[in-house]
C-alpha cells in the first residue's frame, strides 16, 4: 500500500533553515506529481509546493516562494524540501503527498521560534 514517511523537522531560530525528507513506497513513483503541505494549529492542511513526475517543474504557495524549493529524487523515491529565512509562522506540521492521489504519512514537526 502507499506508504510516506516524512522527516527532518525539528525547531529552529527565525531565519534559520531546515531540509525536510519524505521516503515514498508502495507506487510507482516516478509516475507521480508530488505535493508539500502543511497544517498550523487550528487552521486548515494548505499545500506549500508541487513537483511535476516529467520534467520536475515546481509550484509554490506565494507564502513561501522564494523561500522553499522542493526536489526529487526518482531513483531512491524521495522528495525534498529545502526551507530557508524560516518564519514563526511556518510553524506547522508537514506532510508529502501524491498530488490529486492522496495518501498521507504522519507528517514532520516544523517549529519556527526564538
Known amino acids: 500500500q502507499v506508504q510516506l514517511v516524512e522527516s527532518g523537522g525539528g525547531l529552529v531560530q527565525p531565519g534559520g533553515s531546515l531540509r525536510l525528507s519524505c521516503a515514498a513506497s508502495?507506487?510507482?513513483?516516478?509516475?507521480?506529481?508530488m505535493s508539500w503541505y502543511r497544517q498550523a494549529p487550528g487552521k486548515e492542511r494548505e499545500r506549500v509546493s508541487t513537483?511535476?513526475?516529467?520534467?520536475?517543474?515546481?509550484t509554490y504557495a506565494d507564502f513561501v516562494k522564494g523561500r522553499f524549493t522542493m526536489s526529487r529524487d526518482n531513483n531512491q523515491n524521495m522528495v525534498y524540501l529545502q526551507m530557508n529565512s524560516l518564519k514563526p509562522e511556518d510553524t506547522a506540521v508537514y506532510y508529502c503527498?501524491?498530488?490529486?492521489?492522496?495518501?498521507w504519512g504522519p507528517g514532520t514537526q516544523v517549529t519556527v521560534s526564538s
Open positions: 503527498t501524491r498530488t490529486n492521489y492522496g495518501g
Open positions: 508502495g507506487f510507482v513513483f516516478s509516475n507521480y506529481a
Open positions: 513537483i511535476t513526475n516529467e520534467h520536475d517543474i515546481t
